[in-house]
Nanobody, 125 residues
Framework: QVQLVESGGGLVQAGGSLRLSCAASGRSISNYAMGWFRQALGKEREFVGSITRSSGRTSYADFVKGRFTISRDNAKNTVYLQMNSLKPEDTAVYYC??????????????????WGQGTQVTVSS
């Protein structure tokens, strides 16, 4: 079992930045591809980005490319989502996920092996 806890969400003005963290416990995240998803009110959950187990290769949804960056520190068992140039449409609950499959496959998965509880990000205009 892997427990994931997100933090770092909050209220920010458009154009601002936030850094989300996802702290894992139970097992090492080095065994998992890690990803970030989000769900806005009234909308379905959507893929934001993912990162491979060890090489750190990342994949992103088109709507965040160039603005968001995912990184991981396996020694700290933590994954990060740096969000810059935030827009009001980025407002959502952001979830961290871990999966035993590939990071690339997380973009099309309907579910992942483990999920965090989510952290709210609100971007004001």
């Amino acid at each position: 079992q892997v427990q994931l806890v997100e933090s770092g969400g909050g209220l920010v003005q458009a154009g601002g930045s936030l850094r989300l963290s996802c702290a894992a416990s139970g097992r090492s995240i080095s065994n998992y591809a890690m990803g970030w998803f989000r769900q806005a009110l009234g909308k379905e959950r959507e893929f934001v980005g993912s990162i491979t187990r060890s090489s750190g290769r990342t994949s992103y949804a088109d709507f965040v490319k160039g603005r968001f960056t995912i990184s991981r520190d396996n020694a700290k068992n933590t994954v990060y989502l740096q969000m810059n140039s935030l827009k009001p449409e980025d407002t959502a609950v952001y979830y961290c996920a871990a999966d035993r499959g590939t990071a690339q496959a997380m973009a099309v998965l309907t579910d992942c092996d483990y999920w965090g509880q989510g952290t709210q990000v609100t971007v004001s205009s």
